[in-house]
């Protein structure tokens, strides 16, 4: 018949998702989100007895020619591990225009 394989040819090409014959999914794919890697982290700091310390308005981290610049930054510290944990909002800047205000 013709027209049936013309009909079937069009619905051929209009792609379709789902319905009769299609491929069922097996497992939702579940998201990490951030809320469950803070969870993890928070863990992992208390296993190895980090400290809040207090009263630290700034870290430098150099690098080559680069310094990441933390203002007001949550330090954590676990001294028997030598672990230092720095938290916050972090700028990337060149190590020249960053020196004199280290140097002062």
Do not use: M
């Not at 998702?17 to 469950?36: I, L």
């Not at 969870?39 to 680069?66: F, G, M, T, W, Y």
């Amino acid at each position: 018949d013709p027209q049936k394989l013309a009909k079937l040819q069009s619905q051929k090409t209009a792609s379709r998702t789902g319905g009769k014959g299609s491929v069922r999914r097996k497992h939702k794919a579940v998201r990490k989100t951030v809320h469950q890697d803070d969870k993890r982290l928070k863990s992992v700091l208390q296993r190895l007895q980090c400290r809040d310390i207090p009263a630290i308005e700034e870290v430098n981290l150099i690098k080559q020619d680069e310094v990441i610049h933390f203002t007001t930054p949550k330090v954590q510290a676990a001294i028997a591990a030598n672990t230092y944990v720095v938290s916050g909002t972090a700028e990337t800047k060149k190590l020249q225009d960053i020196l004199p205000s280290i140097i002062q």
